[in-house]
């Protein structure tokens, strides 16, 4: 008992470490420190001034060219131009960019955006400052879903066949959105200590005495969704683009820059566009307080999932009874975990989601290893399953939940098979699998807390609940809570993010069957044992 207290110590010791160490590396990013000199007035040596500050009139222009590289106005078309811009004010914007012949057939457009002094070109700017930005990129297109009865119209096939070969490939997608944002602030910068996330965009300039930055342009690359991508064919001649402004602080530039850096390193490490794009929704469609609660939330989320799952193999690792157990249950949990996992993993659902579903998935294979008593004997390469024998306070346990299943499978069995035929009749799917693990799913998120009624029932006739995994219910109660949160936050299927408020009723009933049923010492407890079998301690002589 001293070890396994000892260790959940010391991770919730390092979890504590962990989340104070991000708050100070936050605080770092947000907050930077200005010049010291800066008070003395505009000659004090090593600072780095804002060029803003002298209020310049600039004007915004915006080019598109197939080359990521310029040297002159050759080969370049404006699509947009602001004369008279001004940071303070946001707009957005829709234009028509035409589509060259080279981007039409899976190539690639940049956009130029140049912020220049009003009336004077671009290249002939001095004092310019520009950054280059891809408009398309390249994804595997989504297949395209049908009804499975009445199948495809004729147009369709044909279309089919002409991309049937080229479903697996990716293609080129058109960004419909250009997000930009100028840093506004009039910061002092001390010279020899520049932060090195802001160093790379900023472009400096020696006026007189004293060193200027030019203003600081900035594009949001997590504004750039999935959703708003759009497949180019061989017949897009032009296409829209939304150019949307707004200035942005010191504290969230540094922010979002380090944000950007992350998604990136995700891409590195091999996840899909459409997983950093989960990513990139929390960020972008979250308020940036909301957003630090959800990294706490996170963080704790993190915390007790692991602890729920040590604390649940640590029980049925010593479970020796299946003793006021519903053995149905945990067959229900076991089919209903792993048919989410294979919905989760059609669903293309972000990898936030789909790890931890994954992880359970095999924990409950596994209890219901242990609930069955089977081994698993070799002999030569064809393995021979065994189960063991239940003693008769386990038979009246089965009793108890083969009468819960009778009864509940009047009601389950024929709402599970309307659902899955209504379903096949009016919803269009992408293949016959996909509708097979929708309408199991669908009947595990609609009707599945049904099935958590055989082990209440269970409680109810044995007036107890001391069998039960107590610790471990209470961590996963407090996930499920945390869960109602992420339901609003990260992308993912309607009936899951239904599914989680839906857990929060049957875990009310458990508590109210723990208040009902307080644990009797005489009881059998949740390893198989009574604490009045416990043989009594000799007393000790004086």
């Known amino acids: 008992m001293l070890s396994r207290s000892s260790f959940t110590s010391l991770v919730v010791g390092v979890f504590a470490v962990y989340v104070a160490h991000t708050c100070w590396v936050m605080y770092g990013i947000v907050y930077t420190r200005p010049c010291p000199a800066a008070a003395g007035g505009g000659g004090a040596a090593g600072c780095v001034w804002p060029y803003l500050a002298r209020r310049p009139k600039l004007q915004l222009s915006v080019y598109t060219a197939t080359r990521s590289n310029i040297g002159a106005e050759s080969n370049i078309d404006l699509v947009l131009n602001v004369e008279d811009f001004d940071i303070e004010s946001k707009f957005e914007r829709t234009v028509h960019v035409s589509v060259p012949k080279k981007t039409r057939n899976n190539g690639t457009l940049y956009a130029y955006i140049f912020l220049h002094h009003a009336g004077i070109l671009p290249w002939h700017d001095g004092k310019q400052v520009h950054i280059v930005s891809p408009l398309t990129t390249y994804m595997v297109p989504k297949p395209e879903e049908i009804n499975l009865l009445t199948g495809e119209s004729a147009t369709q096939q044909i279309e089919a066949e002409k991309q049937t070969n080229a479903l697996d490939e990716p293609v080129s997608h058109w960004r419909s959105r250009l997000t930009l944002n100028v840093m506004v602030e009039d910061f002092v910068f001390d010279g020899s200590s520049l932060p090195a996330d802001v160093h790379r965009y900023m472009k400096m300039v020696q006026l007189g005495k004293t060193v200027h930055y030019l203003p600081i342009l900035f594009i949001d690359q997590l504004s750039n969704r999935v959703k708003d991508l759009m497949v180019i064919n061989r017949s897009t001649t032009e296409l829209p683009l939304t150019v949307s402004y707004d200035k942005i602080s010191l504290g969230k530039l540094r922010f979002w820059i380090h944000m950007q850096d992350a998604v990136y390193s995700l891409q590195q490490f091999g996840f899909s566009e459409k997983d950093a794009d989960e990513v990139k929704g929390i960020f972008v469609d979250t308020n940036l307080y909301f957003l630090a609660l959800t990294f706490f939330v996170a963080a704790f989320h993190l915390l007790f999932d692991f602890l729920a799952f040590k604390n649940d193999i640590s029980f049925w690792k010593k479970k020796r009874s299946m003793i006021g157990m519903s053995t149905k249950a945990v067959l229900w949990r076991c089919f209903s975990t792993v048919v989410i996992f294979l919905f989760l993993l ?197």
């Open 346 to 542: 059609d669903e293309q659902t972000s990898l936030l989601v789909l790890i931890p579903a994954g992880i359970g998935a095999v924990i409950e294979l596994w209890k219901v290893k242990k609930a069955l008593k089977m081994t698993i004997k070799w002999q030569g390469l064809r393995p021979k399953i065994q189960f063991g024998t239940y003693n008769d306070s386990e038979k009246k346990t089965e009793e108890y939940d083969t009468q819960a299943m009778k009864y509940l499978s009047y009601l389950l069995y024929p709402l599970c098979i309307g659902g899955a035929g209504y379903s096949l009749l009016n919803v269009k799917y992408k293949s016959w699998y996909s509708w097979l693990i929708n309408s199991f799913v669908n009947g595990v998120y609609a009707f599945g807390f049904l099935f958590m009624l055989p082990q209440l029932f269970v409680n109810y006739k044995m007036k107890s609940v001391a069998h039960l995994p107590w610790k471990a219910f209470t961590y996963k109660a407090f996930n499920t809570f945390i869960d109602d949160i992420f339901a609003f936050i990260i992308t993912m299927p309607t009936s899951h993010r239904l599914a989680c408020f839906r857990d929060d009723v049957v875990f009310l009933v458990y508590l109210y069957q723990r208040w009902l049923y307080p644990v009797d010492k005489s009881r059998v407890n949740e390893y198989g044992e009574s604490y009045e079998e416990k043989p009594k301690k000799k007393p000790h002589r004086e």
